[in-house]
């Protein structure tokens, strides 16, 4: 079975500082992994996804991303957050096959403050 | 496109009363979902349906039953709404495969009193 593992409930950063959110993953074979974020009170929408080309994986809005299987980590980081930035992200992992699904971790809330 | 749509977005139940939550998606997509997102437990998968006519139970099913109606439509019926199902429920629709992006509905938020 896969996982994934977001440590903490909230993250706080200033504005213009590096944002940095941990992911690790379990998986017993190379999984596809994700970042989704939800901005208050709407859906998710995906920043970014790995899926074993290039182990640095560039999302919008700045944000970027690296694999590292011998860490088995997938963290996210963006250089200088902007308020527009608060919101919850999630990791998620899926596995290779046609009818995998995503298992998504439970979620880290990013603040920013002025 | 209007891409994930969702049906209500609010709604205040009894407990034992049943509902039936809408989703519909026009991105002509195979595979839909129906996700659980509690705080502090992520989102959970409660049932998908990988193609038209078929459904499969997620990892948090028990209280729930699905309908795919059609390619395009998804439904999530609570036959005896409990008061543990009080949760953000949302939609999503995907192609098939690990590695395609999800689409999210902006969700229905429950309240079972």
């Known amino acids: 079975a896969q996982s994934v593992t977001q440590l903490g409930s909230h993250v706080s950063v200033s504005e213009g500082a590096l944002v940095l959110l941990r992911c690790n993953y379990s998986?017993?074979?190379?999984?596809?992994l994700f970042w989704y974020v939800q901005y208050p009170n709407q859906g998710l929408q995906l920043l970014l996804k790995?899926?074993?080309?290039?182990?640095l994986v560039k999302g919008i809005n700045g944000f970027e991303a690296e694999f590292k299987k011998s860490e088995t980590s997938f963290h996210l980081t963006k250089p200088s957050a902007h308020m527009s930035d608060a919101a919850e992200y999630f990791c998620?992992?899926?596995?290779?096959?046609?009818?995998?699904?995503?298992?998504f971790g439970k979620g880290i809330t990013l603040s920013v403050r002025p | 496109n209007a891409g994930v749509t969702q049906t209500p977005k609010f709604q205040v139940l009894k407990t034992g009363q049943s509902m039936t939550l809408q989703c519909a998606q026009d991105?002509?997509?195979?595979?839909m979902y129906w996700y659980r997102q509690d705080p502090g437990m992520g989102l959970r998968l409660i049932y998908y349906?990988?193609?038209?006519?078929?459904?499969d139970k997620g990892e948090v099913p028990n209280g729930y039953n699905v309908s795919r109606l059609n390619k395009r439509e998804f439904s999530l019926r609570l036959e005896s709404a409990a008061p543990s199902q009080t949760s953000v429920y949302f939609c999503?629709?995907?192609?098939?495969?690990?590695?395609?992006?999800?689409?999210f509905g902006p969700g229905t938020r429950l309240t079972v009193l």
């Open positions: 998620a992992v899926s596995g290779t096959g046609a009818n995998s699904k995503l298992t």
């Open positions: 991105m002509n997509h195979n595979s």
């Open positions: 999503a629709s995907s192609e098939p495969g690990g590695w395609r992006e999800q689409f």
């Open positions: 790995y899926t074993s080309a290039a182990t």
């Open positions: 998986s017993s074979v190379p999984p596809y």
């Open positions: 349906s990988a193609s038209e006519g078929t459904t």
